[in-house]
């Protein structure tokens, strides 16, 4: 058993197909995953779950993944969760996009993510946390 196991991390995405992948692969390397398909879910299971990591898309409905980062960092209860934001708009576009909370964010990677770079992004994140 990996001593990953009882790990977190929650998959943040709305669209089905990479939220269920990414969950699928972050199971297969050793972690628990959690989905949610908008910040505003994220926010909710937040509530209800503990997450060790979070690994969100930007561009969602609802609640988009920098707002996600915002609200993630300015509370108590979940400002030390490591955050690894993924894009498809560009590294420098979506650091712009985050603004302050880039500080909170961990990685940025820019999809198509490769899986070992995801894998190595946020065992590094962890390892900080």
């Known amino acids: 058993m990996s001593s990953t196991s009882k790990l977190g991390v929650l998959v943040v995405d709305d669209l089905d197909d990479t939220r269920e992948l990414l969950a699928e692969f972050l199971m297969h390397v050793g972690y628990h995953s959690i989905m949610a398909r908008s910040g505003l879910e994220a926010l909710k299971r937040l509530d209800q779950i503990r997450a060790d990591a979070i690994v969100t898309d930007l561009m969602m409905p609802d ?63 962890l390892a900080e946390a």
């Open 63 to 125: 609640m988009g993944g920098a707002e996600l980062v915002r609200r993630v960092s300015a509370d108590p209860r979940t400002k030390s969760i490591p955050i690894i934001v993924l894009t498809g708009s560009g590294r420098q576009t979506a650091l712009e996009e985050l603004g302050d909370a880039a500080r909170h964010v961990k990685a940025v990677l820019v999809k198509p993510v490769k899986l070992s770079e995801l894998q190595h992004a946020l065992e590094a994140a």
